[in-house]
């Protein structure tokens, strides 16, 4: 009998808005985590590129401190999302790669953001 109290006590824990508002997240495909942008160094490049604007390639490279090869694969795999914008110019003849969130990608970020936020407030609620 004292198994089945302490279940029921976990349970009551985990019914409140927190936990509402996860089911409803978890529910609706809409609103699931964006694996695209979940993976680190692809939340790393999008949570830069939130923060602070256009990047250089090689401003990227050493603010995320990732070889020209990993950060080449994972800009390129978020610009076929749609999630970033690339810009290539010249300058005093070298190239300079650019990158920027797109409007799509700006919405993906709050997206993942929202889902995090629940996922954490549910922790927390389920902890008390």
């Known amino acids: 009998m004292g198994k089945q109290a302490a279940g029921s006590k976990a349970q009551d824990r985990s019914s409140g808005p927190a936990r509402r508002r996860l089911e409803t997240i978890e ?7 964006d694996r695209v942008i979940h993976e ?14 256009t990047q250089t390639f090689n401003g990227l490279k050493a603010l995320l401190e990732v070889t020209d090869g990993n950060l080449s694969i994972h800009c390129r795999r978020l610009e076929e999302a749609g999630y970033i914008v690339c810009e290539k110019t010249f300058e005093n003849r070298m190239p300079k790669t650019s990158y920027k969130l797109s409007s799509e990608g700006r919405r993906a970020m709050e997206r993942y953001l929202q889902h995090m936020e629940a996922l954490i407030e549910g922790a927390r609620e389920g902890g008390e």
């Open 27 to 33: 529910g609706n495909p809409a609103l699931q985590l």
């Open 40 to 53: 680190r160094t692809r939340l790393a490049i999008m949570s830069a590129l939130a923060a602070g604007g």
